[in-house]
């Protein structure tokens, strides 16, 4: 092969190589926030999904006393879930009644804590194996607990802040 077309491939190859090595690149600089959710006690991750600044999600649930929707809505801060509102349908017991936060009645009668603003390195929920029917809400989603989760099983929720190439590379670990 003559030096010309040595060079020629080497130039070929060249802008391809550079672009991917970019992409790759901003992949991991850019950070994200994600929602981590793991098995208590083995720390076996269940799930990650991505969480778009000042988004909340939500856990929803079937108060176990009352058997009325109740639900816990949280953002994602400086690596910290943060608590920003609950809201329930009926008052009694195991539901708030001191009205140290802000306080509203929603539109379907619904009552709604909010402004919470209550910090926490992690959240832990059990799955319901009765009736509690827990959801996890992120974004337009609903996902069952069960649909990730075994009856009675404990799940931490946490928040990371992490590259866009990580949250890929865990998310296809997950769904393997």
Known sequence: MSEKNKEGVGRKFFLP???II?????LSLVKIDVIVVRDYFDKDV???DYLKKKEMFGIVYTHSVQRTETSEWYEARDNMLILMEERYHSQGAGLPVNLIYKFK???DGGFVLYDMNEPFENVIYRTGAVRANH???IGKKEIPFTDFSKPREALEFSTENISILNYALRRCQ???
Request: charged content about 35%; proline content about 0%.
């Open 17 to 19: 190589i550079l672009f």
């Open 22 to 26: 970019g992409i790759f690149l901003v």
């Open 46 to 48: 269940k799930r990650i």
């Open 105 to 107: 009645i929603d539109d």
């Open 135 to 137: 959801k996890y809400v």
């Open 174 to 176: 997950i769904e393997r």
